[in-house]
């Protein structure tokens, strides 16, 4: 791993910022939740508690406070209504077997609980167009009450209530749907079909009654039965009552709108079905069928109760009051408006919310409280508030966008700036590597180093490196000049002993001492020798700085030498191999003829007796090549590039003549001196080295 | 009346071994360990000859000094530079400072006691007229054997012993090839090939110096050289 990517990875490190960021906006919404859910529990309990025991609102109920009871209300309302049912008696006929269901005194306010005649409209967020088709409606089966006679009689009634209006819808299954023969006299009991009474408490807890008659599908009109002063009956239509007849597969159906207004707490519906015109019916449905009272309730708010909601409402909540069983009394909704605070977010905004939203969980949040009676024993309704999460949601959204921004592009800049550094580092450290390389692979000592300016760490290791490095040249350049100082030093005292021994030699010795006067001598002049030998480099070094440049021609200068070669070497076979032409060089032929000297004495070397050792000029297009063949043993790879070091040596065996390894030192010497360089290699079949002196011509 | 033989050397087991040998030949041997002592026994009389080492006890360069001061008193006498310095540098500087030779302390003493010969030789014979047998002319060479005095186109080419004789091998066999052993011999020294070089780049510059189109000494690679005319 690249000190880059590490430190890459590192400045990776810096995104737990905004990690952190999206979990503290979790943290933030969790607890900004709460809150809204706390405030908002407080709305609704303030909100049930005006309420508390408003069952004229909730319920249309009789006010409070000292009103008669209910109960007082049903004699007077009979005897009010005591004219009507007993008009309907020719009509209703007795029928009153479909009116089976006992009647519930309605009396009792506990408007809790529900009868089997009691309607509970549904709250209809829109008016439905009384056309008679009942797709306008809510598809609520268990708002649906039905009441049958027999068993192919059966209707079903829904009602709903949409600001002061009350709608019922009442889907009839008759086997012979029968319309009302046309004529001029509704009242004409000869002309009767299938009709539709409606029975109602009035505001004064008055019993009313309208009939619904129709001659065919379309508008129908509701007509009360009045008694005029000399007893004759007229059906007067009731303008305010508006309703549409269709028939269906089945029977028909018939939508109407009652105003709330005209309506008290009883409402109820009875269908006279006719198999004939005129014939008796068969009446059943939520009037008694004597005299068409009421027998259920029509349990819905007043229409106060939802503007009585309203004043509470803000865009973004809902409020919605429903009767302790469920059902939905009341509601005013401002939740759709919460959305125009919103404006359309923007992409990265949209991006961070899908890392910071745990799904389904922002819409709304809810709250209820429940609605108690007077005496605050039961509830008579429960109150829910929803307020939608958008206006919080848009403020966290905002605070998050900039936060996360923020965080990200500190990351980014961050992480760019660790790349940049560690790139820069990397740069430094690669330079002080190559130079640290070179320094010992070099052919040249290395005197100067990179970054040793530095001020920093890097600077210190490459000060730290630099110093070792110029110890190191200073060591090798003692070794370099060691030799010739051992030489220098050696020779005092050999001069001593080699004196000494000319002077005994001159002396009369005795024949078996002049021997050992010869074993002295050879062993000094072997020491000489070896004195000469190690002065080799110093001396070329210095033939080197006083060598003069001339211009001359390689070829001829090789020739004469291989040719001396022969003779130098008796036990040897040498082959010249020169090119033909003129090879003119800038140089120090001696030179030449030295380093070519040490490279024909190193194959000598290695070579058994007899071999052959060829030496070839090489021509490249800007360098001569001289290269010096021999069939010796190959090199072992450890030492390549070491090869031409000096002070260094790989021989198999000792060998009678001293040897310092400064041989191809020499030759290396010489080579730079001519701008070349030289190298060895093992021949590629194995059979023996090569050793190669490069010279740019 | 024997010849006076002075030697500056602070090495004694060497100066004993060396005084041992010039007496032997019939020399009359004075040895000084250092400079000072050396200039006073000088300033008195001066030797016949002056073998001197360059570093003298505490100087180091105690050696070129005493041979400026003694060719400063008399141009002619002899003067032999012996140290264990093999330098080319010392012996750029040892001969232009006037010394006749520049040895190294490898010399045998036969060879140091030819050389010493050979140059009171030389001192004889430039007091007495030149005999025509020693004289080897070649082309624009002339060579006096016995007065070691070399002529090059009659100027005069003032060469250390050792370059003398290495002339003098090459220019008696013109065209014969004298590899470095042979020139060694001449001269009476062991030296080492890239010394003998410096010797025959040495020569080659002082002929130059009288003739800038010397070309005589050929180098044949490989082998030595040769005299050609």
Redesign the interface.
């Known amino acids: 791993m690249t000190l880059r990517l590490k430190l890459l990875l590192l400045g990776l490190a810096t995104l737990v910022l905004p990690w952190a960021g999206c979990r503290y906006a979790r943290e933030m919404e969790s607890a900004l939740r709460e809150g809204e859910q706390t405030s908002l529990q407080s709305v609704a309990q303030t909100i049930a508690a005006s309420l508390q025991g408003r069952t004229d609102l909730l319920y249309r109920e009789a006010p409070p406070a000292p009103v008669a009871p209910a109960q007082s209300l049903t004699p007077a309302a009979a005897d009010a209504s005591q004219e009507a049912p007993a008009d309907t008696d020719a009509a209703a006929g007795n029928g009153t077997e479909a009116a089976a269901a006992p009647a519930a005194p309605a009396a009792d306010a506990v408007p809790t609980k529900s009868g089997p005649y009691d309607l509970e409209p549904l709250v209809l967020t829109s008016a439905p167009p009384l056309d008679g088709y009942s797709e306008d409606w809510p598809r609520v089966p268990t708002a649906w009450k039905y009441f049958t006679s027999g068993e192919h009689r059966r209707f079903g009634i829904l009602t709903g209530v949409y600001e002061r209006m009350l709608f019922v819808l009442l889907e009839v299954h008759d086997e012979h749907p029968l319309f009302d023969a046309p004529g001029t006299n509704v009242l004409d009991p000869a002309i009767f079909g299938d009709r539709v009474w409606l029975g109602f408490e009035d505001p004064q807890g008055v019993q009313q009654q309208v009939f619904l008659a129709a001659t065919g599908p379309g508008s129908v009109t509701a007509r009360r039965v009045e008694i005029g002063e000399y007893g004759q009956r007229t059906a007067p239509i009731e303008p305010r009552i508006r309703g549409a007849w269709q028939t269906t597969s089945q029977g028909y159906r018939i939508e109407l709108r009652v105003p709330l207004s005209m309506l008290g707490r009883g409402f109820g519906v009875l269908v006279d079905d006719r198999d004939a015109r005129g014939a008796l019916p068969v009446s059943y449905g939520s009037l008694r069928s004597d005299d068409l009272h009421t027998l259920g309730r029509l349990i819905v708010a007043a229409p106060e109760l939802t503007s009585y909601l309203a004043q509470f409402l803000q865009p973004g909540l809902k409020l919605s009051l429903s009767a302790p069983d469920g059902d939905v009394l009341a509601r005013a909704d401002a939740l759709a408006q919460a959305g125009a605070l919103r404006p359309e977010s923007p992409l990265l905004a949209r991006l961070y919310r899908r890392f910071v939203d745990r799904p389904g969980e922002r819409q709304l949040i809810e709250s209820s409280a429940p609605i108690y009676d007077r005496d605050h024993r039961d509830v008579i309704g429960t109150l829910s508030v929803t307020q939608s999460a958008q206006r919080w949601i848009h403020l966290r959204d905002h605070a998050l966008t900039r936060m996360l921004n923020f965080a990200l592009i500190t990351s980014l800049v961050a992480v760019t700036a660790m790349f940049a550094f560690a790139a820069w580092l990397a740069l430094r450290l690669a330079r002080l590597r190559q130079a640290s390389e070179s320094a010992l692979t070099g052919t040249d000592l290395v005197t100067s180093f990179p970054e040793t300016g530095a001020a920093d760490e890097l600077g210190d290791v490459a000060r730290g490196f630099a110093t070792l490095l110029s110890r190191l040249n200073e060591y090798t350049s003692y070794l370099r000049t060691l030799a010739g100082k051992l030489?220098?030093e050696i020779?005092?005292p050999?001069?001593?002993v080699?004196?000494?021994l000319?002077?005994l030699e001159?002396e009369q010795v005795s024949p078996a001492a002049r021997e050992y006067v010869a074993r002295a001598r050879q062993g000094s002049e072997r020491l000489?020798a070896i004195?000469?030998a190690m002065?080799?480099a110093?001396?070329?070094e210095?033939?080197i700085g006083?060598a003069e440049r001339v211009h001359f021609d390689l070829v001829?200068?090789?020739a004469?030498?291989?040719?001396?070669?022969g003779?130098?070497f008796p036990g040897r076979t040498f082959r010249a191999e020169l090119a033909d032409e003129v090879v003119m060089l800038d140089g120090a032929?001696?030179l030449i003829?030295?380093m070519?000297?040490k490279l024909v004495d190193n194959a000598v070397d290695f070579t058994a007796a007899g071999a052959l050792i060829t030496v070839r000029l090489r021509l490249e297009a800007l360098a001569a090549v001289i290269e010096v063949d021999n069939p010796g043993p190959p090199l072992p790879p450890h030492i390549e590039g070491r090869l031409f070091e000096s002070l260094w040596q790989s021989r198999p065996d000792a060998d009678s003549r001293p040897h310092f390894g400064l041989g191809l030192y020499i030759v290396r010497l010489i080579a730079k001196f001519h701008g070349g360089e030289a190298s060895a290699r093992n021949l590629p079949d194995g059979s023996g080295v090569r050793f190669l002196v490069r010279l740019p011509r | 009346m024997k010849r006076q033989v002075a030697i500056v050397e602070d090495e004694p087991a060497i100066r004993d071994n060396y005084a041992a040998a010039f007496t032997r030949e019939g020399y009359a041997v004075r040895c000084y360990a250092n400079r000072a002592e050396a200039m006073q026994a000088f300033s008195s009389r001066l030797p016949d000859l002056a073998i001197i080492d360059i570093s003298l006890q505490d100087e180091p360069e105690g050696g070129f000094e005493l041979c400026r001061q003694l060719r400063a008193r008399s141009a002619e006498l002899p003067i032999i530079f012996l140290t264990a310095r093999d330098s080319e540098i010392d012996a750029v500087s040892g001969l232009r400072l006037g010394a006749d030779d520049f040895l190294t302390k490898d010399l045998s003493l036969p060879h140091l006691i030819a050389r010493v010969n050979a140059l009171f030789r030389r001192l004889d014979a430039l007091r007495t007229p030149a005999a025509p047998a020693d004289i080897i002319t070649r082309g624009a060479l002339t060579l006096d054997s016995e007065r070691m005095s070399v002529q090059w186109s009659g100027q005069v080419v003032l060469l250390s012993l050792t370059e003398f004789w290495m002339v003098h091998a090459l220019a008696r066999h013109p065209g014969h090839v004298r590899n470095r052993q042979q020139l060694m011999d001449a001269a009476n020294v062991v030296l080492d090939d890239n010394t003998i070089t410096s010797h025959v780049k040495r020569i080659r510059r002082k002929f130059q110096s009288v003739d800038p189109k010397f070309d005589a000494v050929q180098t044949v690679y490989g082998m030595g050289y040769r005299w050609v005319e």
């Open positions: 030489a220098h020779r005092t050999l001069t001593i080699r004196s000494s000319d002077n001159s000489n004195l000469i002065g080799a110093t001396r070329v210095e033939a006083s001829p200068v090789l004469s030498a291989v040719a001396a070669y003779g130098a032929p001696d003829v030295q070519l000297d």
